[in-house]
């Protein structure tokens, strides 16, 4: 019977964006011959790396995986829907190979099941399909999905406002559907290959992958804790209501193919001011729907478990808080649980090491970890000063510092060399994971 051996961790530099490869390496071949099985997670980027970096084109990183998997991978999972984790599915070069590559199981949110309807039209649900939810949803996770959609459509909009802050029109870019990049991943999933996962669901990984234990931590479904599917201050219509609301403020959006109006004129003075003030009170309302949506689609990530013989990984995807909190309620009761996060190998940084997407809470339990256990592997995938200012900043000062304490952090920011990926390896019987330095392919 064949036993891993040695897993190696791949995070390709794409800039602002994620995309790891998991390989599992065994001491003989498996039935089908291979003696290695390969996982990738997210295949997305948002801006370019740095000058002088890698270029991190997405057609150059499908490339590599096809060589790094031998032309086969076993299983893509997509966090959620930002186009950060998918915007590589929908360049052509990349979706060439991702068709190649023929994933035997896909995973993405409950939230991403095409089966979900696409509408919801009020408080009651009116406009969802009649027919039973799928995956043992209940009509109100229908209606959070529904909603997102929705959510998404209205931020389409913006993008084609005229006069809108060129930054929140960047950032409303971010939250758009990716309908050629979902696309393929819909028909990727064809043929049972799909499977929508909400906390506690079993993934599927271990029959594809001989040794893994995959534990779904997240997301919740609105069922399992509703907090998942509102803000703090909302309720489960803000969605509907308040995206409405916000682009009454904004504006009209402009028709597809209209010509945009011609600036005018008005000169120095009040008049001049009021409009200025008025532009500015648009762009606020705009930003907010778009930061609140981003919020959204983060707490619809994906969150694994990842253990095979002695190691195991932490990848959270972008989950914020709300989507942490029900595995975090139940640290106080499940020791075996709490004992297991805190004795993960590898944690990917969440949400490119933002402020609230690692809880104190598990910062806490890697502080006070047993000495007897391996240094911490911790691995971010981002770009620095290109998303948000002061606390809203990606990824924060104060996270890299606190990681350090506990971690040995990589950051593909880090790779001035032109590096176009890191690697980390580690002994499946058990851990510390160590970089693997980079030798260009030949």
């Known amino acids: 019977m064949s036993t891993p051996t040695r897993v190696r961790v791949r995070t390709y530099q794409v800039g602002f964006g994620d995309c790891f490869l998991v390989s599992v390496e065994y001491d003989e071949p498996l039935p089908d011959g291979r003696a290695e099985r390969h996982l990738l997670i997210d295949y997305g980027t948002s801006h ?36 950060d984790h998918l915007r590589g599915f ?13 994933p035997k199981l896909v995973l993405r949110s409950w939230t991403e099941d095409p089966r979900l309807p696409a509408t ?31 959510a998404q459509d209205h931020v389409a909009k913006l993008t084609q406002l005229v006069g809108l802050d060129d930054e929140v029109k960047a950032a409303a870019e971010d939250q758009l559907k990716n309908a050629e990049a979902v696309a393929l991943l819909d028909e990727l999933s064809l043929g049972e290959r799909g ?56 504006g009209s959006a402009a028709d597809a193919g209209a010509d945009a109006p011609a600036p005018i004129s008005h000169g120095p003075g009040p008049v001049r001011w009021l409009i200025d003030r008025l532009a500015d009170q648009r762009s606020h309302s705009a930003a907010r729907l778009v930061r609140d949506l981003d919020d959204a689609l983060n707490n619809t990530s994906v969150i694994l478990l990842l253990e095979i013989e002695g190691l195991s990984m932490l990848f959270p995807g972008d989950a914020q808080i709300e989507n942490w909190r029900l595995t975090l309620e139940r640290l106080k009761d499940e020791p075996q649980l709490r004992d297991r996060l805190a004795g993960i190998d590898l944690y990917k940084v969440g949400h490119h090491g933002s402020r609230n997407a690692t809880p104190r809470s598990l910062h806490a339990l890697w502080k006070d970890r047993k000495a007897d256990r391996p240094r911490l592997a911790a691995v971010m995938s981002t770009r ?59």
């Open 90 to 102: 929908e360049v052509d070069a990349g979706a060439a190979i991702m068709r190649r590559l023929a």
């Open 195 to 250: 499977r929508y996962l909400h906390a506690g669901m079993e993934s599927g990984i271990e029959g594809l992958v001989p040794g893994m234990r995959a534990t779904v931590l997240g997301p919740p479904t609105v069922d399992q804790d509703p907090r998942v599917a509102k803000q703090r201050e909302d309720d489960p219509e803000y969605w509907l209501a308040a995206l409405g609301a916000s682009l009454r403020v904004v």
């Open 384 to 442: 620095q000063g290109v998303h948000g200012t002061g606390d809203g900043a990606v990824p924060q000062p104060q996270l890299v510092t606190a990681l350090r304490e506990v971690a040995d952090l990589y950051s593909t920011d880090d790779l001035t060399g032109g590096e176009e990926w890191i690697e980390l390896e580690a002994d499946a019987a058990g851990g510390p994971f160590r970089p693997v330095p980079f030798v260009q392919d030949g």
């Open 120 to 150: 919801a039209d009020g408080p009651d649900g009116a406009g969802l399909d009649a027919a039973e939810p799928p995956n043992g949803l209940s009509r109100a996770a229908v209606r959070y999905a529904a909603l997102l959609a929705q």
């Open 48 to 83: 370019a790396p740095r000058e002088g970096m890698a270029r991190g084109r997405m057609g150059d990183v499908a490339a590599l995986i096809e060589k790094h998997t031998g032309g086969e991978l076993d299983v893509l999972v997509v966090t959620h829907r930002h186009r």
